[in-house]
């Protein structure tokens, strides 16, 4: 017998997409409560004892794109051994799915500082996906004279949604600068290596073309925690400080695990 599930809504999945052997996205219908770019909600399935299985995951999509918020795209990780992500990776179009209906997370744009005019989106692996569904809001594309994104994974096969990232391009006609890294793999024209290093030694800078400085420049980190941890120290040592509601900075993060 299942047990209950409290704030939880029945959804259905409505596309499926694999990037790699144990990378996909699902793209699901429910009516859950209200939700902004950089948010998170989670998902849940029974196990075969009927005990729910949940877990966290970002938005892809913005609340604000063609289908509806009620229209949500996930990119998931299949974890070896994990408990939901490979009940979620044998989905199929049709099958229900459970979806957190009360939205959170702090890693939106109205946490950014006003003075802030260059974003710089530096991610590893799935957390891309919320800093895709910012990038679909027309709020970022008016308000920040250059958007950096960054992206770390260890295989180039990992570098997904390109076609998206081509089109953001294109509408952002010159603001938005899209910097792939792959650190197992060496490829002509794709930065190897971590993220904290190349922002430390200036790499990144000299990639985009750009130096932040405390006055415009805002970061949000989003990826595993070792990658959050390391960029963060990186930022204190060049002199930036961690982002407070209390007390305004040029930085902020979300781990991804």
């Not at 295989?155 to 938005?176: D, W």
């Not at 792939?180 to 430390?200: D, T």
Request: a negative charge; charged letters at 20%; aromatic letters at 10%.
């Amino acid at each position: 017998m299942m047990t209950k599930l409290n704030g939880f809504a029945k959804g259905e999945v409505i596309n499926y997409k694999q990037w790699t052997d144990n990378e996909f996205s699902i793209t699901v219908t429910a009516e859950i409560g209200p939700y902004v770019a950089g948010q998170f909600t989670k998902l849940a399935l029974p196990d075969q004892n009927g005990n729910w299985l949940r877990r966290a995951y970002s938005f892809v999509n913005s609340p604000n794109h063609s289908l509806g918020a009620h229209c949500m795209e996930f990119l998931i990780i299949d974890v070896p051994n994990g408990g939901l992500s490979p009940k979620l990776g044998q989905l199929h179009v049709g099958d229900k799915i459970y979806v957190g209906d009360k939205p959170s997370g702090f890693m939106t744009l109205d946490e950014i500082p006003e003075t802030a005019t260059n974003l710089w989106l530096l991610s590893t692996g799935t957390a891309i996906g919320p800093f895709l569904s910012m990038l679909a809001e027309s709020e970022t594309q008016n308000r920040f004279e250059r958007v950096i994104l960054v992206h770390a994974v260890r295989t180039r096969q990992e570098l997904v949604y390109q076609e998206l990232i081509e089109k953001f391009q294109q509408e952002y006609a010159g603001k938005l600068t899209y910097l792939p890294i792959v650190s197992r793999e060496k490829h002509q024209h794709i930065m190897s290596g971590r993220i904290p290093e190349l922002l430390k030694d200036g790499s990144l800078m000299q990639a985009v073309e750009l130096t932040p400085d405390k006055q415009n420049s805002f970061f949000y980190l989003c990826g595993n925690p070792e990658m959050v941890h390391d960029t963060r120290d990186v930022l204190l040592e060049l002199g930036f400080q961690k982002h407070l509601r209390r007390a305004s900075g040029h930085f902020s993060f979300e781990n991804y695990w």
